[in-house]
């Protein structure tokens, strides 16, 4: 199968650093997304990743290692308006992307 | 520019009719893609259309099917509704069919 593994659920303090880790199978790997999503919407585009390494986007970082099948999502300064569904996504290159079930962060305040 | 706009934004239908969604691409976009998204999971691919032609379908049922017009714009069609097709319906376009997605608003659909 194409399994995309995230956390389910991370809550942090609104200023601090969450990272989201994503795993997911290396075969047929053509890039990877991030989106997020608040609770009733839908997804709105982080980040895609096609190399190794990382990429920043303001206050939001994403890291891609191909060879370990492993990518991360990092949220830096929190906002309370961070609160939502992180997805995870991979393109296989077969039309379509595969997402993860989604990591809930809650922020604190 | 518009972005990628889903009609209805809701919908509630019995078990066993059918329904019709409905999906405008952002504009120079040529692929459509259908997700269906149950509540607690991440969305689910159902049909990819571009240039008019299916280029891929995920594990649904014959019950769902679709189509993409000339102007690109997309429908997605379920029929024999089941209380298991309530989710939020979310429509995706890109130029190309790969590269980055834009996803709209999504129909969510209640079946009753």
């Known amino acids: 199968g194409q399994n995309i593994d995230q956390p389910t659920e991370m809550t942090a303090t609104e200023g601090a650093i969450v990272q989201i880790n994503c795993t997911y199978q290396?075969?047929?790997?053509?890039?990877l997304f991030w989106y997020q999503q608040h609770a009733g919407e839908a997804p709105t585009f982080l980040s895609y990743n096609v190399l190794d390494g990382l990429e920043e986007k303001g206050r939001f970082s994403s890291f891609l290692s191909r060879s370990k099948g492993y990518s991360y999502l990092l949220l830096k300064e929190l906002q309370m308006k961070d609160s939502a569904s992180y997805l995870c996504?991979?393109?296989?290159?077969?039309?379509?992307?595969?997402f993860g079930a989604g990591t809930t962060v809650t922020v604190r305040a | 520019d518009a972005g990628v706009t889903q009609s209805p934004t809701h919908l509630i239908k019995t078990r066993g009719q059918h329904v019709t969604l409905r999906c405008s691409p952002i504009s120079g976009h040529k692929s459509v893609s259908w997700y269906q998204q149950v509540l607690g999971q991440g969305p689910q691919f159902i049909f990819q259309?571009?240039?008019?032609?299916?280029?891929g379908r995920g594990n649904f049922p014959d019950r769902f099917s679709a189509r993409q017009f000339p102007n690109y714009s997309s429908e997605l069609n379920v029929n024999a509704l089941l209380l298991g097709d309530s989710a939020l319906y979310l429509c995706?376009?890109?130029?190309?069919?790969?590269?980055?997605?834009?996803f709209g608003s999504g129909t969510r659909l209640t079946v009753v």
């Open positions: 996504a991979v393109d296989f290159n077969d039309y379509k992307l595969s």
């Open positions: 995706a376009s890109s130029s190309t069919g790969t590269g980055v997605y834009t």
């Open positions: 259309y571009y240039e008019k032609e299916e280029r």
């Open positions: 290396t075969s047929g790997f053509n890039g």
